[in-house]
């Protein structure tokens, strides 16, 4: 069975950075591209940051410009999102996807599978 598990958020003051991880049981994770996407209460899922099953490509978002980036490592089956200079506004619970694709696409309904999520708040 395909999980994938995200770790690394809490509780960060505005300004801040926090590390997200994303760890995939996938046998073949190098087939996938992987997307991070974020969801606040009462809003609808958001792309964040996605790469390329090579990591060679990355794709952002606005709301991601200039302070996230993000990784991964085929040889341990794990993506990093390295997020700074936080805002509140970034607060939200953020899921890692999977989809069999070159490049990662913003759309949530196109990945395959996806964890459980991880809460990330940020404080003022």
């Known amino acids: 069975q395909v999980q994938l598990v995200e770790s690394g958020g809490g509780f960060v003051q505005a300004g801040g950075s926090l590390r997200l991880s994303c760890a995939a049981s996938?046998?073949?994770?190098?087939?996938?591209?992987i997307g991070w996407f974020r969801q606040a209460p009462g809003k609808e899922r958001e792309y964040v940051l996605g790469?390329?099953?090579?990591?060679?490509?990355?794709i952002d978002s606005d709301s991601a410009k200039g302070r996230f980036t993000i990784s991964r490592d085929n040889a341990k089956n794990t993506v990093s999102l390295q997020m700074n200079n936080l805002k509140p506004e970034d607060t939200a619970v953020y899921y890692c996807?999977?989809?069999?694709?070159?490049?990662?696409?913003?759309?949530?309904?196109?990945?395959?599978?996806w964890g459980q999520g991880t809460q990330v708040t940020v404080f003022s």
């Open positions: 996807a999977a989809i069999a694709a070159l490049i990662p696409r913003k759309v949530p309904d196109s990945y395959d599978y």
């Open positions: 996938l046998y073949t994770f190098g087939r996938y591209s």
């Open positions: 790469i390329s099953r090579t990591g060679g490509t990355t």
